[in-house]
């Protein structure tokens, strides 16, 4: 899409962002356009998962008002502490252009943050779709080093499911529950996606990417795009969610609790992963290349998963696994 078309969507987005009726008229005299243009403008809008309604003789509408994510407005609440904030409106996927960026050496800062409006290609892990339409959610992925090593990758992917749990239950009074490895859940449906990726290995330590995908306000749109049960933030805290602020504090309590893993390592954080588990003592299967059974009874020092199964208790790790409610 052209930079004029993402100025113009934007400029469409500012004047629809208050949740009134605006007729096409005024909105083509406004932005200097043709109502033609607005037209396919709204109508682009839509593909990208926004709700905007059109009625005769009144013009249109957004179903929601909205708060675009606004760079001043971060850099505004960050005060000058934490990383770089980069904002960008229409992406292909969050973790590809940091890790890009990363490994053009553009990108050393630890910390330092990409977000962005809509991804057209969000992904979740071994290749499955992150649905993400505009303006509706939090993509955001983060540059940090792991300087124990990749080994260390497990339970760096644990720790931030347990910043993103702490920091719900702090701003938003809201129980989350984390399902090993990699995903944050309210009463059972799915809010927050994780996917950390290795981006290198320059030096002793490795390069990772830590992306989140997070649900704030979904479009009516979502149920037909998203194959198990969902939940957005708005819905789960009751609360009007304003994004710019969430990714700042989600920055810096993952700048605190990361810092504070590469100091101790996982082992002081295995209570809390304990208390967030969304199967603690229940029954579970867990898939790979084959399928085990039994009690989900925690995660241990590394961050491994522990099932007690007729054979006895079992750790297991690595990321090609997939947990899930026993029958
Ligand atoms: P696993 O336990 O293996 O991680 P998963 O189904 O949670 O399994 P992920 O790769 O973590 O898989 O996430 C991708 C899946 O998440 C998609 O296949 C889809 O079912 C679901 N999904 C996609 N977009 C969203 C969204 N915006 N909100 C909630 N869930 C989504």
Known sequence: MSKASLVTQRQLLSALSHGEFQSGQVLAETLGLSRTAIANHIQQLQQLGLDIYKVRGRGYCLAESLTLLDAAKISQLRQSSGADILVQNITDSTNSQLMQKVQDGLVNELGYTLVAEAQTAGRGRRGRNWYSPFAASLYFSMYWRLEQGIQAAMG????????????????????????????????????????????????????????????????????????????????????????????????????????????????????????????????????????????????????????????????????????????
């Open 156 to 327: 760096l992917s644990l720790v931030v499911a347990i910043a993103i749990a702490r920091l719900l239950k702090q701003q938003y009074q809201v129980d989350a529950k984390v399902k090993w490895p990699n995903d944050v859940y309210i009463d059972g449906k799915k809010l927050c996606g994780i996917l950390v990726e290795l981006a290198g290995q320059a030096h002793a330590g490795c390069d990772v990417i830590i992306g989140i995908g997070m649900n704030i306000r979904l479009p009516q749109q979502a149920l037909g795009n998203i194959d198990q049960k969902y939940i957005d933030l708005t819905i789960a805290s009751g609360q009007v969610i304003e994004r710019n602020l969430l990714v700042v504090l989600l920055q810096k309590q993952l700048m605190t609790l990361l810092t504070q893993f590469s100091h101790t390592g996982f082992s002081s954080f295995v209570d809390e992963f304990n208390q967030y588990n969304q199967y603690r003592d229940k029954t579970v299967k867990l898939i790979g290349n084959t399928e085990i059974r039994g009690i989900c009874l925690g995660v241990d020092q590394q961050g491994a998963l522990l099932i007690e199964t007729a054979a006895g208790v079992q750790a297991y790790f690595g990321g090609e696994l997939s947990l899930r409610a026993g029958d």
